[in-house]
């Protein structure tokens, strides 16, 4: 149980595309996703916590415009890179914590974006 | 400001020892601190919750201690095998929506 996956797993473009990342809960439902950001060799950094149905909250430095989240359902939210640059080469994974109320957060296997 | 830190970002330990991880914060309050398993290029796996209140959680090989006057928990491992080989996250948690941040993290290498 508490399975979620990611789409794709990884990702090459070309810098100025925008690329999208989908989230899903297989198995559960999920009140809350959470979007996280993890350079080589360091921890996961917090982008933006997204509710079902309502807009995402973001972290201090994170451009809501350029990282776009859409949380329409239960099961599944996205992550769109906009006008991707190389900069935004990173491992984006997304987690997500059951409606039940458990603390514990799932998260999925992560997609890594290339941008040339 | 408020940071979290784990012992070391390496340790290597021998198969069937007892590994520890250490994971201190500062100028948090948690009401929970969760564990996380990180294999390379993976999503974290998660491991253990334990709760302000609670002292000590065991699941299988792993005990969890959470200290709130040394704002410290303990991670270990006991009977280590390299297939416990990878990264552990601490991540001490707050609040109803969850808030959670997460340590850098510590590679463990149990070597046979």
Known sequence: ?116 | SQKIEQNSEALNIQEGKTATLTCNYTNYSPAYLQWYRQDPGRGPVFLLLIRENEKEKRKERLKVTFDTTLKQSLFHITASQPADSATYLCAPGWGNNNDMRFGAGTRLTVKP
């Open chain 1, 1 to 116: 149980g508490a399975v979620v996956s990611q789409h794709p797993s990884w990702v090459i473009c070309k810098s100025g595309t925008s690329v999208k990342i989908e989230c899903r809960s297989l198995d559960f439902q999920a009140t809350t996703m959470f979007w996280y950001r993890q350079f080589p060799k360091q921890s996961l950094m917090l982008m933006a916590t997204s509710n079902e149905g309502s807009k995402a909250t973001y972290e201090q430095g994170v451009e809501k415009d350029k990282f776009l989240i859409n949380h329409a359902s239960l099961t599944l939210s996205t992550l769109t890179v906009t006008s991707a640059h190389p900069e935004d080469s990173s491992f984006y994974i997304c987690s997500a914590r059951e409606s039940t109320g458990r603390t514990a957060q799932y998260f999925g296997p992560g997609t890594r974006l290339l941008v040339l």
